[in-house]
């Protein structure tokens, strides 16, 4: 679930071991506040609106074992307050001003933005400094929205087959790292939870040297920097706690899980397998990971998509994809839905044959180009979105990457070559380090669900990604 929970923004992947760099991708400033705050803006001047976002150094994985939930809980809190800001008005006041605000809980990080007029920069940096200190929480708050985060767990997953099965497929593929813990926690732990709890981890975790604030959209350093002094730079240091992230044993057996539910409608079948990421394994492998996933699952000329789907008729539906932007190791997934009337038994049984193709380096070397084209081009898209270059600096930064391994991502990704390729299927798809998750009908349901959907949940906007 925790890659499946994240950002789904352009470009997660923008994000591996770097070498110098001769293109530029978004080309922000930097600097660090005396108290340890590291700030980077990213200068686009399109149109005069301000992307603010805080990125916190902690996620599910940093929590203590039987306090599953705990760093999404705060996430919903951090709404609840301070003596400055009344409970629920941090978002009236944005809202009030044309903005939008938001916030996400990842495995590794967690975030909080708003998207407003470049003349209210202060204003809402003002409101994010305070509640990055002064925090009030009563118990009854704390307990309103533990509710309503129950709620958005039977809303998000007691309600959804699929996240169940993810669930149970992380679970069983990250044997020793906190990864096997789903962000949304685990229900009956969530229902533990409490006001010490919370303010613990607050405490703990919410200071300004395990942060990084991202300001980008049409403003310069020369405008944020008295700002960030202003309102961050006045706010003390913390003694920061370790970030204790255990290291997976070398995989000995594959693994296969399967869940059956009446509400299931269409059968599907995926796969995870146990990869590097950018800051765990062998992260020299990272590039050529996110130029497979490019040649395998990248859309309808793919590998994967043209064979199962288009030449053989046996899939509705085929990707693949990677996420390098992780503290600890990551995953590589590949999911595929059979047409109708095909056994699931006899697609996973063509899946395995190009899985087994490909991990012997049977890829044409123009499909490799051809990738890498293709991804070198997305970053051109990225340079135009006001939000993207926030989000993948941000990112990375909050996993212990530097702003050149972003910069440099175009000229790292032309560098990979087709041996590489070859070397990073054969030692990743391998079998040993997966796990197979089938998605099927209650028997005797025939595929339809037999029970009505769930009403609409009331639940708040923040959201895991």
Partial sequence: MRAALKPSFLLAALLLLARPAEARLFDPETFTLANGLTVVVVPNHRVPIVSHMVWYKVGAADEEPGKSGL?????????KGTPEVPPGAFSKIVARNGGRDNA??????????????????????????????NLALDRDSVETERAVVLEEWRMRVGNSPEARLSQQMEAALFLNSPYHRPVIGWQSEIA?????????????????????????????????????????????????PPRLHTEEP????????????????QPAWRRLYLAPSARAGETRLAQPLEVLAEVIGGGATAQLYRSLVVEQGLAAGVSASYDPVAVGQTSFAIAATPRPGVPLAKLEAAIEREIARIAKGEIPPEEIERA????????????????????????????????????????????????????????????????TGLLLPEPGTGGKPSVPPAAPAQTSERGIH
């Fill in 192 to 240: 533990r939870l409490g006001r010490d709890d919370a303010l613990a981890f607050y405490r703990r975790w919410y200071a300004p040297n395990n942060a990084v604030l991202v300001v980008a959209g049409d403003v310069d350093a020369a405008t944020v920097r008295p700002l960030a002094e202003k309102y961050y730079g006045a706010l003390p240091r913390r003694e920061l």
């Fill in 71 to 79: 760093a999404h809980l705060l996430e919903h809190l951090m709404f």
């Fill in 250 to 265: 070398p995989p000995e057996a594959a693994r296969r899980v399967t869940l059956t539910d009446p509400r299931v409608a």
């Fill in 372 to 435: 890498k084209t293709r991804l070198r081009a997305s970053s051109a898209y990225a340079r135009d979105s006001l939000h993207t270059g926030a989000q993948v600096l941000g990112e990375a930064l909050a996993v212990g990457l530097s702003v050149e391994e972003v910069e440099s991502w175009p000229d790292r990704i032309a560098a990979v070559t087709p041996a590489e390729v070859a070397e990073a299927a054969a030692r990743v798809l391998d079998p040993r380090g997966s796990v």
């Fill in 104 to 133: 996400f809980t990842t495995s590794d990080y967690t975030g909080y933005y708003q998207n407003v007029a470049a003349d209210r920069l202060e204003l809402v940096m003002k409101m994010e400094a305070d509640r990055m200190a």
